[in-house]
């Protein structure tokens, strides 16, 4: 099995443009297995779209390192497929051509045209083949920029915040369609959200995390089997504790209070 | 209201034509060939007049008419008050400015050498337009994606291209072996400065989540300056092609007193030195008419290209 990620001793540090320095990440350490789905959840600014980020190779630790399989990761690769925070796709493209994007980039788009018809069906966008995406919905271009990250058959999905812009019964049906495609193709999935239902519901772990400096608190397994009563008593345990953690990263006071 | 506004252009092109025929000429003015204003006026409210009696019918095939009538009548009233001011009060000084019947007539018995004239005007511009057009869209995208382009080309593009395409007239006279092509490369210059500005700055406006993206989903830098830098520029492109586009009218006046043997400037800057003033005015008309056509058409193209754009900017 390929897509196994060891993320060790990781600092990220951002100049912001008031020329102070913000520590993004501080010593992160995260060993992720093949076909694992994780969900990164914490407040705002914790650092979850940052580590995102260093997976996939748009930037570089400051120190630790980052590996694919045993391999460093030095830049992006269209084997770690990622579908961004906020809206890329590519305005001047169609639906159709911006799924099949990847693929005419990487010439192996002859021959998998049907590939791109599958994946548009399965983010229920058949039909809008032609619109551009200043016609859509923004659900329909969350769905749409899922359907570019996944057709390219990554080894590893990064998705940051996929399903914010969704209603609620499109999004379970959207979380349904990621287990499923989970299990089709063996995908390594690592999913920022702030839905902590949605977390319980997808994650093998869920990885809560807190800011200033950016650092991961806790690690809890979820030891749940497929499919999930969202209600479920065990279900609803999981809740309680995930939302301890947060309340404890949100409440606990600034350690400059104290001295 | 409608039927109003439609009736208004009749009713003006039928003043128009009375105003052109009842009131006597001035004697100051030299006789026109031919009334030709008045077969203008009178071609107008037939016109205007069966676009009336459609309107009554079945308003829906009017409705762009309807909108453009007050404009119409706009146009009407203007042309009746130079008419007024010009052959039949002699109120503006005669010689520069001719009656509207010899402009007109100027147009029609003169029409094949203004003709020929524009041909070759076309000839230079469109040549000289395609060359800076091609050269400005390379050396902007050159300067936008790479910076060793940037480093060294770009200083020299804010030094050369401000300065007017006048003050290289000597250099160039001596530097190109035909007028011909002394010209074109003047008129391409004029299109290349705007072009490259606009392309470059349009490429470095770009979000850069856009060629994170490309990144992600394994494109190769090449593939991603055509097939994202360049697309998502294009908007900018546009504008600078339009800027060149108005530059290289002016540059084409400029061009063509180096020596021309025809073209529509050479023509308007002849029929000046002959203090002929009817042909001046119908050289100037043909050259707005064919500009506004350039410009009309370069519009058509751009909507067609820029069809993914939300809200396009409308000139
Ligand atoms: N390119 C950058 N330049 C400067 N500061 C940055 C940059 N990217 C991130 N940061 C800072 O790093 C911190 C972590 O940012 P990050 O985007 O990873 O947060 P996040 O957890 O994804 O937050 P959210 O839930 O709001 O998306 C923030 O304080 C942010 O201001
Ligand atoms: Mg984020």
Known sequence: MVGGIEISHVNKEFTNPQGETVRALHDVSLSIAPGDFISLIGPSGCGKSTLLRLISGLISPDSGSVKLDGGDITSPGSDRGFMFQEHTLFPWLNIYDNIAFGLRARKIFRGSEKLVDEFISLVGLKGFEKYYPHQLSGGMCQRASLARALVGHPKVLLLDEPLGALDAFTRMNMQDEILRIRAEQNMTMIMVTHDVDEAIYLSDRIVVMTPRPGKIISVVDVGLSHPRARGGEDFLAYHAKILRLLNYTISKPEPDYYL | ?315
């Open chain 2, 1 to 315: 209201m409608h039927k109003l506004k439609s009736f208004l252009p009749v009713l003006f092109s039928a003043l128009a034509l009375i105003t052109a025929l009842a009131l006597p000429d001035s004697p100051l003015h030299p006789e026109a060939q031919a009334p030709f204003l008045s077969y203008v006026f009178a071609a107008v409210l037939i016109v205007t007049a069966v676009l009336f009696f459609v309107g009554l019918k079945s308003p829906r095939y009017t409705k762009k008419y309807t909108h453009k009538a007050p404009f119409c009548c706009g146009v009407l009233a203007f042309l009746t008050v130079l008419n007024i001011l010009t052959v039949k009060t002699a109120i503006l000084p005669v010689l520069y400015f001719p009656s509207l019947d010899r402009v007109a007539g100027v147009l029609i018995t003169d029409a094949a050498f203004i003709g020929k004239c524009l041909l070759y005007s076309l000839r230079l511009l469109i040549t000289g337009w395609v060359c800076g057009a091609a050269a400005g869209i390379f050396t902007g995208i050159a300067i936008g994606v790479n910076p060793g382009a940037r480093y060294w080309v770009y200083p020299l593009v804010r030094v050369l291209g401000p300065i007017p395409s006048t003050a290289w007239v000597p250099l160039v006279l001596v530097s190109f072996p035909t007028v011909v092509s002394a010209s074109a490369f003047l008129i391409a210059l004029a299109v290349w400065f705007p072009t490259t500005v606009l392309t470059s700055s349009g490429i470095g406006s770009i979000q850069n989540s856009y060629f994170e993206a490309a990144a992600t989903l394994g494109a190769s830098p090449g593939y991603t300056i055509f097939k994202v830098a360049v697309p998502a520029a294009l908007p900018h492109v546009f504008i600078g092609l339009f800027n060149g586009t108005t530059a290289s009218f002016i540059t084409l006046v400029t061009a063509e007193m180096l020596g021309a043997k025809y073209g529509i400037g050479w023509y308007i800057n002849w029929q000046k030195e002959m203090m002929s003033y009817a042909n001046v005015y119908a050289g100037l008309i043909v050259m707005s008419i064919t500009c506004y056509l350039l410009i009309t058409f370069l519009f058509k193209f751009r909507d067609k290209v820029l069809i993914w754009q939300k809200g396009v900017i409308k000139w």
